[in-house]
């Protein structure tokens, strides 16, 4: 575990993909900190995630993956901490490959374009362990990467025009590498949410493999390693693996939320086909934002499991969100 370190002073910050699952918890986490908050967002977008707090920020206009007053908003909001989070086909039903590679690509070569020439204090753009394709031990920062989807290559794309963008200019960029992030406001279709959505009515969703392997990061370490590295670029360029170092197989992950919640019936394993990506082995090497920031995973799996089941019985508003997901 690691002491969170003194917030710093108050910051204008422009995030993109803010009303999505881990945007929304990192809007909640700066508003709470006291920094000034814009998103930029399209009118499509469905903000249910911060129907509470919309009040509280500013909704900035630009398009991202045509660049369209980009620049604009930019020189006239000012940011001086970028998030970018926006980003399209890390859920399995996501599958066009022009908009994800328009989203992920163009859309991050077009804000990285917008804000090198603002001099903006830090750039963080959220990368994914996806990059790394299948392989047998803790991926590291710094080995070749061989992305197996078209998100994959969209967001390893999109890392090395960060990184080359930063060698170039000097700009305070760096990239999140995100492994399998859980916690409140998830999509409530996605393996954690319905694990705990049907494990508080005793039972479990359909599974996969049991030996399918995740390395599960609590969203508020996540929203922490952002502004810890936001604070502190000294590397522009650099990435940053971010998980708990720890592989936890869908076994083990049933396992723990038989613990934690009243579910006596016995899993179904292969209930639901294995999907395309899908491996025994998929952890993230923790060491360089461990040594780098000592930052450190403060959540495991099982108090995660908990505070994720605390944040639905205490949020009826979207329990029957959840609950329709699940049925």
């Known amino acids: 575990m690691c002491s969170r370190p003194a917030a710093p002073d108050p910051k204008r910050v422009l995030i993109t993909g803010g009303t999505g699952f881990v945007g929304a918890n990192l809007v909640r986490r700066l508003l709470r900190d006291g920094h000034d908050v814009g998103l930029l967002g399209g009118p499509s977008r469905d903000p249910w995630r911060l129907v509470d707090?919309?009040?509280?920020?500013?909704?900035?206009?630009?398009?991202?993956?045509?660049?369209?007053?980009?620049?604009?908003?930019?020189?006239?909001?000012?940011?001086?901490?970028?998030?970018?989070?926006?980003?399209?086909?890390?859920y399995s039903w996501q599958r066009d490959h022009a908009a994800i590679l328009r989203t992920n690509l163009l859309g991050t070569a077009n804000l990285v374009d917008a804000c090198v020439g603002a001099r903006v204090e830090?750039?963080?753009?959220?990368?994914?362990?996806?990059?790394?394709?299948?392989?047998n031990h803790a991926a590291r920062e710094d080995e070749p990467l061989e992305p197996d989807s078209a998100y994959a290559v969209g967001k390893a794309a999109a890392t090395w025009y960060c990184s080359q963008a930063a060698r170039t200019s000097g700009a305070p960029i760096v990239t999140l590498r995100l492994y399998s992030v859980y916690g409140p406001y998830e999509d409530p279709r996605r393996f954690i949410p319905q694990l705990v959505a049907r494990g508080m009515e005793g039972s479990l969703p359909p599974l996969a493999s049991?030996?399918?392997?995740r390395d599960f990061v609590y969203v508020d370490d996540v929203c922490e390693a952002f502004l810890r590295v936001a604070a502190v670029i000294d590397v522009p360029g650099a990435i940053y693996n971010v998980g708990t170092g720890v592989q936890t197989t869908l076994e083990k992950?049933?396992?723990?939320?038989?613990?934690?919640?009243?579910?006596?019936?016995?899993?179904e394993w292969q209930s639901m086909p294995d999907r395309t990506w899908d491996t025994s082995i998929w952890l993230a090497d923790i060491a360089r934002l461990r040594g780098v920031l000592a930052?450190?995973?403060?959540?495991?799996?099982?108090?995660?499991?908990?505070?994720?089941?605390?944040?639905?019985?205490?949020?009826?508003?979207?329990?029957?969100?959840?609950?329709?997901a699940s049925s």
């Open 295 to 324: 930052w450190n995973p403060a959540t495991d799996l099982e108090h995660g499991l908990r505070l994720t089941a605390d944040w639905m019985r205490n949020r009826p508003d979207l329990k029957e969100r959840y609950r329709a």
């Open 122 to 135: 830090a750039f963080v753009n959220a990368g994914s362990s996806s990059e790394y394709g299948s392989k």
């Open 53 to 90: 707090v919309a009040r509280e920020v500013r909704w900035l206009e630009g398009d991202l993956e045509a660049g369209t007053g980009l620049e604009a908003m930019v020189a006239d909001f000012r940011p001086q901490w970028v998030f970018h989070l926006a980003a399209h086909g890390a």
């Open 253 to 267: 992950a049933v396992e723990v939320a038989r613990r934690v919640l009243p579910i006596a019936i016995e899993p």
């Open 210 to 213: 049991p030996s399918t392997a």
